[in-house]
Every structure is written in structure tokens, then in C-alpha cells.
């Protein structure tokens, strides 16, 4: 399942969604085979993560040896750890298979700090993370150019 050193942060204006944000390393020539068994995991993982509450979970891989993933959970990630750990054992061999290609070292896994959002209805940031409205927007129409 990963390293449960991640950055949580409620989606902005919804209190039913979080998102969790890891990077990981992958191990030295494991990328291509990472992709390849990621192109559709096993079913039986899949609703396992459904079930737990995974609404979302999407993974992108930088170079040969970067993993991104952005995770979205209807009750927040730890729950869904919780019950994925509830669950025990889906499927002993994807795990093991996914264990042999990613680092398992801690300076493997990093936290990522959110910055920035910008959504439809507006701005957000920092610790807070207030939005800003959208009517608040300053006016970024062309200027005139002279001739």
C-alpha cells in the first residue's frame, strides 16, 4: 500500500473529499515494469480500494525511478489505510511483485507540501486553505497595443 508518510489535504470547498499526495522512488530499472503491471491491476485489488474508499487514484511516473500519486478517499486516507488493513491479505503475489519494484527505504517516500490550488470557484493556499472567489479575480483582459 505504500508509505503512510503523505500530505492529506481536504479537496477545497468539499468536506467529503481528501486528497493525498506521495512521491516514491521506484527501484534502479524498475520503471517500464512498474507501468507494465500498472496498465490494469488486479481486480480483486481494485475493488478492495473501491470498497475502503478510494474514489479516485491516479499515479504518474517521472524518468525511470519517480512515482507520483494523487489519491482521493471519500473518508479520509487513514480510514481507508484502516480498513485495507481490516481487510488483511487481498493478493499476497501483488504485493510482493509491487514490493520488488518499489524502494522500501524511508528516504524512499517523501511528503509533498500543497502550495496552490485553483478550482472553479476560486483560489486556494497556504495553511488555511481559504479561497480566494473567483469574483475576486483580477481583470487580465488585453491591453490596448499602440501603434
Keep these: 500500500m505504500g508509505s503512510p508518510l503523505l500530505a492529506r489535504r481536504p479537496e477545497p470547498g468539499s468536506s467529503a473529499v481528501e486528497v493525498t499526495v506521495q512521491r516514491a522512488r521506484l527501484r534502479p530499472g524498475a520503471g517500464a515494469r512498474y507501468s507494465e503491471v500498472h496498465s490494469r491491476i488486479p481486480a480483486r485489488i481494485e475493488a478492495a480500494l473501491r470498497s475502503c474508499g478510494v474514489i479516485r487514484w491516479q499515479i504518474w511516473r517521472d ?26 491479505p487481498i493478493d499476497p503475489e501483488w504485493d510482493q511483485l509491487i514490493d520488488a519494484l518499489v524502494d522500501s527505504a524511508d528516504d ?10 485553483m478550482t472553479p470557484e476560486g ?3 497556504g495553511e488555511d486553505g481559504l479561497a480566494v472567489p473567483s469574483s475576486d479575480r483580477a481583470d487580465i483582459s488585453p491591453r490596448p497595443t499602440s501603434s
Design 123 to 125: 483560489q486556494h493556499g
Design 108 to 117: 524512499s517516500f517523501a511528503t509533498l507540501e500543497h502550495v496552490w490550488t
Design 63 to 88: 524518468g525511470d525511478d519517480s512515482l507520483f500519486h494523487l489519491i482521493e478517499t471519500a473518508d479520509g486516507f487513514d480510514v481507508m489505510l484502516e480498513r485495507m488493513r481490516l481487510l488483511g
